[in-house]
């Protein structure tokens, strides 16, 4: 269902979020929400960040950016969509642009699927800001029925393309 934290991961080789293959312009997918408070003299970097059941602690206060995947549950049928989403964690002072050469902007990777290698993005320059101390998320969804995962449990991976990314697992069941 949730979680591995990936502390600045560069992964520069991947692509791509599923868009739709006609049209000329991408719109952006990734939204932004307030995930650390903020006092009036300085920035709040909490001591750990807590998703679901599981706590990453450590020094996160020098980490810049922190990517985190997530899944709706973390158990689904063979027939089921597994709706994924890969955020970034903008930990500076300042927003942050991210940018892509295409409509593209994240990807994953599951049982020896990539959907990298099955989706066409559009080419059309994409790009969006994460604010100081704000998070961006960028959903992804797995069809299954253009890849029929088997049954057990699988590593995910997924990205934001040519930034960073995280791992998951997620199970498989008839």
């Known amino acids: 269902m949730i979680i591995l934290i990936a502390l600045f991961a560069i992964d520069k080789g991947r692509s791509a979020q599923p868009t739709a293959s006609s049209g000329a312009t991408a719109t952006t997918t990734a939204t932004s929400t307030d995930i650390i408070a903020t006092s009036s003299s300085s920035a709040y970097i909490p001591p750990s960040i807590s998703t679901g059941s599981t706590t990453i602690t450590g020094s996160l206060a020098s980490v810049p950016f922190i990517y985190v ?3 709706d549950k973390s158990v689904y049928s063979q027939n089921e969509q597994i709706k994924i989403t890969i955020s970034v964690v903008n930990n500076t002072a300042s927003p942050k642009m991210f940018s892509f ?7 994953y990777s599951i049982a020896g699927f990539e959907l990298g290698k099955h989706i ?3 080419q059309t320059l ?8 704000h998070e961006a998320n ?4 797995h069809y299954p029925s253009v890849a029929k995962l088997s049954v057990g449990t699988w590593p995910l991976y997924a990205s934001i393309v040519g930034y960073g990314g995280a791992t998951t697992t997620v199970t498989i069941t008839k």
């Open 69 to 71: 995947v997530s899944t």
């Open 126 to 133: 994409s790009s969006f800001v994460v604010d100081a101390h």
């Open 120 to 122: 066409t993005c559009l």
């Open 138 to 141: 960028v959903p992804l969804i």
């Open 101 to 107: 050469t295409n409509g593209c902007q994240g990807d």
